[in-house]
């Protein structure tokens, strides 16, 4: 719901266009039927679902030999074999984001787009599909639309700040060389079935410094590898290099310097040891290293002042100094800012002192709630005595 707002906030257009639908007078918002249907706050949710599904990738093993209906020989409309042990990913976001199926401006939050769309069963999977779809989806939704509804139908579009945000990308894969099998060529303490040694990375696209806003990274391994939780910190590179013999996945979790304030994220890469796509069997004659890597995008949605300063500003963190600490402060008057003011202007009705005087309303009001729970809790103590008392009477009388 954060990320529906987000957009909202920035497309006041749309905004208006589902608080002119929502607050009809035929509108039943305590119908979960008819609040699903309505077609503007589906298309919003929907909107949104396209860039953030709730599951953002998924990786199946095949137990055993089957075939994919498409995407095999030269047309890629032949069905492909999958060998018993592959694993197969699918990427929901990259499926969310095919411009012969959303538009040329697939990137872009346009609800309309769902009344033009015709898509079909597998185009658009928030909630996965197929035998395993999440069974608490319309749930979900209804949950969802009902929030949404109930806030875009009491308060107005009022954006504090509008499209502040910033996208910092970078690289994570891995790179796997063919092991010499003379013992005298391979790396010291190297087992000796093991086939490839192997870099798990993450780094800038074009190899520039990340360390302004990476902290450090963590590297989950197979749980055969001693110490399997591999962790790095700058102003060391990102990676874990090792050997071994078999492909698996890697865990990665990203951890953001502290004045960022934000959690951290993770992702997920699978170690390729051996060549793939055309001409693999011409290199694996020739032993070249085998690069599998993915691009990412990470979006830092209206960071914290200090954080703000660092992604304009971008240095590495040993010569940062004292700049980028959590009190640091705008050295010019004016300076375009994240954080709200003391006090409210004419031109600004919104302050950390307008905050403190909501807050301390909420406060009051729920010590008036609490109040009256009390009372209406004694009532029906007293109600509950009332009635066994008269339950007694009435078995008193029919006893005589």
Partial sequence: MSNVFFNLARNPEVYRELRAEITRTDI????ADRL???????????????????????????LQDTSLPREGGHSQNSPIHIRRGTSVQINYYALHQRIEIFGEDVEVFRPSRWNELELSTWDFLPFSGGPRVCPAQQMALVLVCYTIAKLVQ?????????????????????????????????????????????TVYVRG????????????????????????????????PFEVTETGWGEFEVGIKLTFVPESGEKPASVYHQLK??????????????????VSQNYEEIVFNEPAEA??????????PQARGKAGGKNAKLKKQGERTAEIPERE??????????????????????????????????RLIEREKELEALRKSEGALLKK
Avoid at 154 to 182: K, Q
Avoid at 216 to 224: A, M, N
Avoid at 348 to 372: C, F, G, I, T
């Fill in 205 to 236: 696209v074009n190899g520039e410094d990340i360390t302004y806003w990476l902290k450090k990274v963590q590297f989950k391994l197979h749980e055969t590898y001693s110490q399997a939780l591999r962790m790095t910190e700058a102003p060391d």
């Fill in 28 to 31: 039943d918002l305590e119908s």
């Fill in 154 to 198: 009491r308060f107005p579009n009022e954006n504090r700040d509008p499209a502040l945000e910033y996208v910092e990308r970078y690289l994570f894969g891995s790179i796997a060389t063919p092991l010499p099998s003379e013992p005298e060529l391979r790396p010291k303490n190297c087992a000796p079935d093991h086939t490839h040694k192997w």
């Fill in 36 to 62: 699903v249907k309505l077609g503007t706050l589906r298309n919003v949710i929907n909107g949104r679902l396209r860039f953030t599904p709730f599951v953002g990738q998924r990786a199946r093993v095949a």
């Fill in 273 to 290: 040891l051996h060549p793939y796509g055309e001409g693999k069997e011409a290199a694996k004659e020739r032993g070249d290293s085998v």
């Fill in 307 to 316: 954080f703000y300063q660092i992604l304009t500003n971008p240095t590495p």
């Fill in 345 to 378: 202007s004419p031109s600004n009705p919104y302050s950390q002192h307008a905050e403190a005087v909501e807050v301390d309303r909420l406060v009051e009001a729920r010590k008036q709630v609490e109040q009256m729970v009390k009372e209406e809790r004694e």
